[in-house]
């Protein structure tokens, strides 16, 4: 009874343990919804082009028959060879995929001889829900493949990646993509919660240890203590950020090939290979999200007692991560309603993840604002921690709280 | 004369409390000077601002003449800290400890570890050193953090509640230590207490603070026969009014 009581009455617990839960779950379970649903819309009319190099009696019957199925809108594409045809298909942004009918078709089906349908589906990069036009396209072309007679023609499947046709199916490359598409965001979320959770247990462990005091009356620059404290978070937050890619890396390897994957892509081959560009890019703008994560981590805890509750003030900011991360993972941020969209890019965390998503899709203008704001997010946050380092207010935060008992100060207030 | 310390008008307000209520005091030169009184007198607040930490709400107070506000930085090359509640990194040894805090203030390889030795032989933990110092009991922890405060042999030692929570026998060994070293080493110390016994045993001089001021100053003999007491805690008890 006893235990019940004090645990029951420590607001950490109570706040930590029974109302985050209840915030942050329906919280995630919006986010998700929402992505999924605004994906579901975009997806609710496919625009597919058919590019008829045969103008047979087939392959009218066949394009007829596809302009019959509700939700799915025909782009006549009127180009004379596969590359053309994808440059028009690709002047529709809505375009999705292309069926292409080559030469012959008819004669073949008429001669009972098999024919060949390609079709290549858009690689975007849009996240785990990509991919599904490209299996209703298929679905439907062995609808009519049955209807027709059996297996009177063979669909050969492709993709367009950055604009060129390729001879890829596109499942093989979203199960590729997609496990990187998974493990980018999810490295960066857990490299950036780690930081926090390091800088806020040294600061403060410093101030449940009682070596602040002393370390603050050393004849040392304070702004150097606060840049000690942060690159000490940063060397080890980066070295378990290792460990982490390294095991989840293995993980996701040993659950590909245990699906008896034996597809092998390419992805140098196809232009999605991060270039050192976008390396570099994903490292500076993971670098300002990781200086500034770390700056409001410091702050924060300044105004802990102790490090338990230093951890638990973490976890009210994992909320800002863990949303930008399902955003990336699950849909394309330009697609959600812009309520949502502002949210997540006023979000600086959003970038990192988007920087990184980059460097499979190539959209570094978005990448490169992207690390300008949260550079000017991250300076505004040091002079924040520099100040409160400078002053006595990194001491009194809490001999307000320990000394004189009722007075409790949100960050906002003082910072 | 240049004092070691000078508080002139202190006053320190934490919202509605006035911890400080206009204090003033002089610490000269070599000597040990103890500010003493019951909890929430202000002794530890005077301390804070003497070893810049927190700013006076009003008034102002220099260590050898530099101002603890605008020279903080100045100031923090001349003392030293001893906070009340104070701990040591506990997965660093004794040694590594000493090692780390000295590196702040020698200026070279020698003098570091000399400092490091002096520390030792103060803290009288001999082998313990090499152990961490999450195993020292209490008493070890304080003899160490007493030695990293006296090891460099500041010009102002800052000491709050140097026996803070020890038994009879630390608290006797740490006193004797604070005692020699100011001899041997011309160091200034501003301490507080609220151990009467050490006060008389330590102190030059003493001030009696109540509720932010100073309720009588002087040197512990000279107390008890000004207030005609026959020790200091009768004197205290007769200047704050329970008696």
Known sequence: MKELKELLRDPKILIGMIIMPLVMFPLLGMVIGTSIESTGQSLQTITLGIADFDQGEWSKNLTRYLSSVPNIVIMKITATNLNEAVAQLQTNPKATDLIVIPEGFSANISSRKQATIETYSVYSGKGLTEGATSSIISQLLAQYNRDLAPNLFKTEAGSIVKGQPRKIDPRALLQVMSSQVLVLPVTVSILLMFAMQIAATSVASEKEEKTLETLLSLPIDRFTILLGKMTGSIVVAAVSAVAYMVGFNYYMTSLTTGLGSQVTVDLEALGLAPSSLSYMLLGASLFAAILSALALAVILSAFTEDVRSAQSYMSYLYIIIMFPMLLVMFSDINTLPLALKIVAYAIPYTYPMLAAKAAFTGEYLQAILGILYVAAFTVILLYLAARLFATEKILTAKLRIRGFGQRRKGPAAEA | ?243
């Open chain 2, 1 to 243: 004369m240049e004092y070691a310390v000078e508080a002139r008008d202190l006053v320190k307000r934490f919202g509605e409390i006035r911890a400080l209520d206009r204090l003033s005091f002089q610490v000269r030169e070599r000597e040990i000077y103890g500010l003493i009184g019951p909890n929430g007198a202000g002794k530890t607040t005077t301390i804070r601002i003497a070893a810049t930490l927190i700013l006076p709400t009003s008034g102002g107070l220099k260590v050898f003449g530099q101002d603890a506000v605008k020279e903080a930085a100045e100031v923090r090359k001349l003392i030293t800290y001893l906070p009340e509640e104070a701990g040591a990194y506990k997965n660093l040894s004794g040694y590594e400890y000493l090692q780390f805090m000295g590196e702040f203030r020698a200026e070279n390889s020698l003098e570091l570890e000399r400092m490091v030795q002096d520390a030792a032989e103060i803290s009288g933990l001999g082998d313990r050193l090499r152990d961490k110092v999450k195993t020292y009991s209490k008493g070890m922890k304080r003899r160490l953090l007493v030695a990293r405060a006296l090891m460099t042999k500041p010009r102002l030692a800052i000491l709050d509640e140097p026996t803070s929570g020890l038994d009879v026998i630390h608290s006797f060994h740490v006193r004797g230590v604070i005692k020699r070293f100011v001899e041997q080493h011309g160091v200034t110390v501003l301490l507080s207490s609220h151990n009467m016994l050490e006060v008389e045993y330590l102190c030059d001089r003493v001030a009696l603070i109540n509720k932010g001021r100073m309720v009588a100053e002087g040197s512990p003999e000279e107390l008890k026969n000004k207030l005609d007491v026959a020790n200091l805690e009768e004197g205290f008890a007769k200047v704050v009014g329970f008696a």
